[in-house]
């Protein structure tokens, strides 16, 4: 058994097990500035002029500059303006100037100063198409939450023009290494802003958001085994979960936020539990002679998705979240031969995974509706897929010139983007939900 162990967890390098010294290498990056780099782009663009907000040199950001990036990274969007020159924000623009100019809609915007550090930031958008105002938005804002209004106002924008819900203001988890410092780190939506969340001098792994986006979950090796820890991140108080004998492991949420799934060997092989999120209420459920790791809710909260190589290779599994013995275990995944790490969309039609192809680890999605699958990406390592909240996109570690970076790529395949923080690895990446 330990032998299979061992060939499970140095093949995938994802599934989560009594190995520490394989979680050691698992773990992450350095502190720095956050580069984005659009790798693809989607196949028909909505072309959108920005301009330049009035009086925008009073702050300490570029509000404009800001908006223009969330949107360009969106995959929907082809900024049209990407100069300095400022539209009047009072009154109707010329709608047939900026149709001749290649534009379908328009944002304008102004900055007024209301006092020392505080501004009050205005911004209108046009459809030049139907030569007619959406509306805009008018907020208050301290000069140190600029970054959050501008991507307050690119999600305006995605969802007058195109009807749903945008994820610039959300946030990032993800594990950095500085030296031989771990850090966990929260960052804007775009990888910039970065606030660390957990220093150790021992590996930090698995962060994983509650469903109100106000903690995080994760493990820790600070007392030399993995222990899962809930962090405030408000406060930064946070409790130890769970410290059983053995390894603790892959935390998961419940879409209400009252228990968590996680992976336990404190019985011998790794098995699945629930527990309640103030550490109470163990319950075991998974009760196999192999390793069943890396629990996921589905988006209702009435199953979870697992890996376990109880067939011989890891696949994906299903079964009740009141444990196997409920309704048995269902086999969801069969395309391919090794397969870990399950993710599901927020509105449950999907289900992302890593999968073995010839000894590369690749991203793929699959339809749990139809079956298929197919590639996200032609990568060789990637790992710990994460959906957005919209689930439009899928946050995932891959290497780029034997380093690890942070990539996203949307769920047709056809926009991608890598962010990255020169000379450092980054990896074990969780994408929050939205914070209403």
Not at 271 to 285: E, K
Not at 394 to 413: E, I
Request: glycine residues 8%.
């Amino acid at each position: 058994m330990l032998q299979l162990i061992k060939r499970i967890v140095l093949k995938s390098q994802l599934l989560i097990t009594a190995l520490s010294a394989v979680l050691i290498c698992a773990s992450t990056p350095a502190l720095a500035q956050m580069n984005i780099e659009i790798t693809g782009v989607g196949q028909s663009l909505y072309p959108i002029a920005v301009m330049r907000f009035k009086d925008e040199q009073k702050l300490p950001i570029s509000i404009t500059e800001i908006i223009r990036q969330d949107l360009a990274r969106s995959g929907y969007f082809k900024n049209t303006e990407n100069g300095n020159a400022v539209e009047n924000d009072e009154g109707t623009p010329n709608y047939k100037s900026w149709a001749a100019r290649g534009a379908d809609a328009l944002v304008v915007g102004s900055v007024v100063q209301s006092g020392g550090s505080q501004f009050e930031i205005q911004y209108k958008l046009f459809d030049i198409r139907k030569s007619e105002s959406l509306g805009g938005l008018k907020l208050n804002s301290s000069a140190d939450n600029l970054r959050a209004v501008a991507h307050k106002i690119a999600d305006d924008i995605i969802l007058k023009l195109l009807g749903e819900r945008g994820v610039f203001s959300t946030r990032l988890s993800y594990v950095i290494k500085d030296g031989k410092r771990y850090r966990l780190v929260i960052s804007d939506a775009d990888g910039q802003n970065i606030r660390n969340a957990m220093n150790s001098g021992e590996p930090i792994i698995s962060p994983s958001w509650s469903p109100d986006g106000k903690k995080v979950a994760y493990v820790s090796f600070e007392d030399r085994k993995p222990v899962i820890y809930v962090h405030e991140l408000a406060t930064g108080r946070r409790i130890a979960l769970s410290n059983q004998k053995g390894n603790n492991s892959a935390p998961a949420w419940s879409p209400d936020g009252k228990r968590l799934a996680i992976s336990l060997s404190k019985d011998g092989n790794t098995q699945i539990y629930s527990i309640n999120a103030d550490g109470t209420g163990l319950q075991r459920l998974t009760r196999s002679y192999t390793i069943d790791t890396e629990p996921q809710y589905s988006a209702d909260g009435r199953y979870i998705y697992f890996t376990s190589d109880r067939g011989g290779n890891p696949q994906i599994y299903r079964m009740s979240a009141e444990g196997e013995q409920a309704e048995g275990v269902k086999r969801v995944t069969f395309k391919q031969g090794f397969v870990t790490s399950p993710r599901i969309s927020p509105d449950g039609k999907f289900l992302a995974y890593i999968a073995n192809i010839g000894g590369a680890y690749r991203l793929y999605i699959l339809n749990l509706a139809t079956g298929d699958a197919q590639a996200l990406t032609d990568g060789t390592s990637d790992e710990s897929p994460s959906f957005a909240a919209n689930g439009r996109y899928v946050l995932y570690s891959t290497k780029v010139n034997s380093k690890r970076v942070l990539a996203a790529v949307s769920v047709d395949g056809n926009s991608k983007q890598v962010l990255s923080i020169p000379g450092s690895d980054v990896r074990q990446p969780s994408w929050g939900p939205f914070m209403d």
